[in-house]
């Protein structure tokens, strides 16, 4: 059995800035999953006494909240500010943004276009910064019957398919007098994307490693699974059933932002040791 890594996988700039930030400041507590990697996080609290809290109201003066790599909501963020708070913003610089470009365009007129999931944090918080509010969609259809100013600011969830991206905006482009398409898909998204489309069209199973919860892994599985059958979405070793590599003779490996490289090399150990 032969492994190959794809080009360019795992951790990815915003992911390895708030993991440093995190443990920079111990004894903290990050509001919402620092990063969608439940292994991940568990490392952090037990040699970084970082812990974990989905409610941001139990944060007190002089507490330190650090913000996740996917962002706070806008209303949440000032909360905390006017309690006194010691606010340590991890949020990815390519999250900060679209942040930005909503909260700008929605104050100069501009309907607001997100296309991404509704229910993300990234874009819960990405909405908020939309003054007069955001139209959140995952295909053209849902925009069918809808009614937007003349003019448009679109945006993209930073892990979504450029490709799918195209078809929302080439949907908006004829049908208003000014459609302005942001690119805020990041360079680590489109280089991932990129490299696993590669690897698994010549991979005979394709192993994707991440949570099962994060966007951009789930958009890798998806996008090998377009070119290999045997395509498998693991959150670590735990999860390898070794049948799935009888009679095959290379294993493609790629790995979601938000993956340690401890956590993949413990699958390559694991199938190195079954096949040797």
């Not at 913003?89 to 999931?117: L, N, R």
């Not at 482009?173 to 690119?183: D, G, L, S, W």
Request: proline share 3%; aromatic share 8%; hydrophobic share 35%.
């Amino acid at each position: 059995m032969n492994i190959e890594l794809a080009e360019n996988y795992g951790f990815c700039f915003g992911v390895k800035r708030a993991i440093k930030i995190a443990e920079e400041n111990q004894n903290a507590a990050t509001y919402g999953p620092l990063i969608h990697n439940s292994k991940e996080i568990a490392r952090l609290e037990k040699d970084f006494n970082v812990g974990l809290t989905d409610n941001y109201k139990i944060f007190k003066a002089g507490d330190k909240a650090i913000v996740r790599t996917h962002g706070i909501q806008k209303h949440e963020l000032e909360d905390l500010e006017k309690k006194g708070v010691n606010v340590v913003d991890a949020t990815c610089p390519y999250v900060t943004k679209p942040q930005e470009i909503a909260q700008e365009m929605s104050e100069k007129g501009y309907s607001v276009v997100i296309f991404g999931d509704d229910e993300h944090p990234e874009i819960k918080g990405v909405k908020s910064y939309a003054t007069k509010g955001a139209l959140v969609v995952t295909s053209p259809e849902e925009l069918e019957g809808v009614k937007l100013h003349e003019k448009i600011a679109l945006i993209a969830q930073t892990t979504r398919k450029v490709e799918d991206y195209m078809k929302v905006a080439n949907y908006l482009i004829p049908r208003y007098k000014e459609v302005r398409v942001f690119n805020t898909i990041c360079n680590a998204t489109f280089e991932n994307q990129d490299a696993v489309r590669k690897l698994s069209k010549k991979a005979d199973v394709m192993l994707i490693i991440g949570g099962k919860n994060s966007s951009n892994t789930k958009q890798l599985f998806k996008i090998s699974q377009e070119n290999c059958q045997d395509s498998y979405h693991i959150e670590d070793e735990k999860d390898l059933d070794f049948s799935w590599f009888d009679n095959k003779n290379l294993c493609g490996i790629s790995a979601g932002a938000s993956t340690p490289d401890w956590i993949i090399q413990n699958v390559i150990d694991n199938i190195k040791s079954k096949n040797s």
